[in-house]
């Protein structure tokens, strides 16, 4: 099982970026996928996720409203489409994915990505 996040870098505060996550492997149908960030110093936090049969989705929220997850079937990938950064948003952010519970915690997910840094300058 190989996840791999992408599209991570440089954005001034307002500005927009979108995350990438190939998932590779195994058949993800009843996986929950998930996006979390680790900001120096800090703890790994959850963000969202979307549920790969239905696409129901769920915000942390810190990013509610901002921050918009998508999947795309047919190519296994899951989007995380950010915008109105700001420099609390400066993390190293990971894709995973889950079976079990709540999906809230670093703990319901079996699988993770590399993580890909996203930086946003004041």
């Known amino acids: 099982v190989q996840l791999q996040a992408s599209g991570g870098g440089l954005v001034q505060a307002g500005g927009s970026l979108r995350l990438s996550c190939a998932a590779s492997?195994?058949?993800?149908?009843?996986?929950?996928m998930g996006w979390f960030r680790q900001a120096p110093g800090k703890e790994r936090e959850f963000v969202g996720y979307?549920?790969?049969?239905?696409?129901?989705?769920y915000y942390a929220d810190s990013v509610k409203g901002r921050f918009t997850i998508s999947r795309d079937n047919a190519n296994n990938k899951v989007f995380l489409q950010m915008n109105s950064l700001n420099p609390e948003d400066t993390a190293v952010y990971y894709c995973?994915?889950?079976?079990?519970?709540?999906?809230?915690?670093?703990?319901?997910?079996?699988?993770w990505g590399q993580g890909t840094l996203v930086t946003v300058s004041s």
């Open positions: 995973a994915a889950g079976l079990h519970g709540l999906g809230l915690e670093p703990g319901s997910y079996a699988y």
């Open positions: 492997g195994r058949t993800f149908s009843n996986y929950r």
């Open positions: 979307i549920m790969w049969s239905g696409g129901s989705t």
